[in-house]
């Protein structure tokens, strides 16, 4: 697998972002899983904006070429997982991440902070 670049994860990060996704949190999984290299794991308010933010995740990355291999959960607005191979989105509506607890589950990842999040925490 390889490993991401800050700039590249900027993109799926600012994906998420333009709807408004809270919560956003970047998970380096590489040394703990042979899946994928990087877990984003967002929040919507509603079943309706956990969607709209799968579906721009979607169109804003297909801009750059980057289509998922798979999209499961979308259409419910519960639990929506884009998984473009390396790179693992979760999009939750926050009830349902706070029981799944993926943070939690995933405790010994190292968090990522990348310059999108760095300008998104001082605005």
């Given at each position: ?36 290299d ?45 998984d ?40």
């Amino acid at each position: 697998m390889k490993q991401n670049s800050n700039h590249e994860l900027d993109l799926y990060i600012n994906a998420a972002l333009g709807k408004k996704a809270i919560n956003l949190v970047v998970l380096d999984v590489h040394e703990l899983t042979s899946f994928a290299d990087t877990f984003i794991i967002c929040s919507g308010r509603s079943n309706r904006q956990v969607n709209a933010i799968a579906e721009h995740i979607q169109v804003d990355l297909k801009k750059h070429k980057i289509k998922p291999l798979s999209v499961e959960g979308l259409g419910q607005g519960h639990w929506v997982l884009l998984d473009y191979g390396h790179v693992i989105i979760h999009v939750f509506y926050e009830p349902v991440r706070e029981f799944y607890d993926l943070e939690g589950l995933w405790v010994d990842a190292k968090r990522i902070e990348t310059s999108a999040l760095k300008n998104k925490k001082s605005i």
